[in-house]
């Protein structure tokens, strides 16, 4: 199976600030890597998709990077806003048709 | 379009107990999962389907089946409720197992007393 790991630590930045965070997988490299937004209570929201022939996607404020090599992928937000502040997951495809996801990373973007 | 919904979106079982979980999706996506969410965790997968009549293990499936007899509709049952348990369950579907985008139900918050 996969095993996905993602920054352990909450994350805390200041507003206007850039955060970065990272999604590192082992095994087999995915076909795809895929980001989520959860806030609490609440189910993820998909943000962005990324395709193993892909370095680098961007939407609006968004960033991700896809290195198969290092087995990484990084999620950038630019110019955050406090209302960037949620749990970060990045989730990949598996074997057999199975769709994993790894334990998130809280981000606080304080104003 | 409603999307994903489940129901309960709370429930409290008493150990033994059985329950299903209900998930509907009206956007004829042929791929639907279940996944358990502990505090501060991510999202573990629990069963999977690629479509009517087709289901299969994801990575913690003991204490739970599922059934897939419509497109629309996932079920999750879990059979003599155990505190181990006591988590959120979310369902989601996609047209793909990842090349395109999941869409999840708000969650069922279920704890085993």
């Known amino acids: 199976s996969q095993k996905i790991e993602q920054n352990s630590e909450a994350l805390n930045i200041q507003e206007g600030k850039t955060a970065t965070l990272t999604c590192n997988y082992t095994n087999y490299s995915p076909a795809y890597l895929q980001w989520y937004r959860q806030d609490p209570g609440r189910g993820p929201v998909f943000l962005l998709l990324?395709?193993?022939?892909?370095k680098e996607k961007r939407k609006e404020r968004l960033k991700v990077t896809f290195d198969t090599t290092l087995k990484q992928s990084l999620f950038h937000i630019t110019a955050s806003q406090p209302a960037d502040s949620a749990t970060y997951l990045c989730a990949l495809d598996g074997t057999g048709n199975q769709f994993y996801f790894g334990t998130g990373t809280s981000l606080t973007v304080i104003p | 379009n409603a999307g994903v919904t489940q129901t309960p979106k709370f429930r409290i079982l008493k150990i033994g107990q059985s329950m299903t979980l209900q998930c509907t999706q009206d956007?004829?996506?042929?791929?639907m999962y279940w996944y358990r969410q502990d505090p501060g965790m991510g999202l573990k997968l629990i069963y999977y389907s690629v479509g009517a009549g087709i289901t299969d293990k994801g990575e913690v499936p003991n204490g739970y089946n599922v059934s897939r007899s419509t497109t629309e509709d996932f079920p999750l049952r879990l059979e003599l409720a155990a505190p181990s348990q006591t988590s959120v369950y979310f369902c989601?579907?996609?047209f793909g197992p990842g090349n395109t985008e999941a869409f999840f139900g708000q969650g069922t918050r279920l704890t085993v007393v």
């Open positions: 956007m004829n996506h042929n791929y």
């Open positions: 990324i395709r193993e022939n892909e």
């Open positions: 989601a579907s996609s």
